[in-house]
């Protein structure tokens, strides 16, 4: 497997993700990341029909690997900075 680098940081993300944005910021190949947007318990929008698409933050926690209770965590401290 050939690895790519990253061409796009998180910051430069639009809110709401594709499988093409996700590869582009990991650094992965676009079949490779559809791959992983369909692996179970991948934070997935759902009601998009047959597009592909997430929440940059939500797909982030999933990276880090957090327990429920640290993402509840984090989810407060993102909710507050945007209110």
């Known amino acids: 497997m050939q690895i ?3 061409t796009i940081t998180f910051q430069e993300l639009p809110e709401t993700i ?4 996700y590869a582009e910021w990991r650094g992965i190949g676009e079949n490779k990341a559809r791959e992983i947007f369909n692996s179970k318990g991948f934070p997935r929008l759902q ?3 047959v597009k592909q698409l997430a929440d940059k933050r939500a797909v982030l926690l999933y990276e880090l ?3 429920p209770e640290e993402k509840q965590e984090v989810l407060k401290e993102i909710a507050k900075q945007i209110i």
């Open 4 to 6: 790519k680098k990253p």
């Open 18 to 21: 594709s499988p093409l944005d």
């Open 47 to 49: 009601g998009t029909g």
């Open 65 to 67: 690997g957090l327990k």
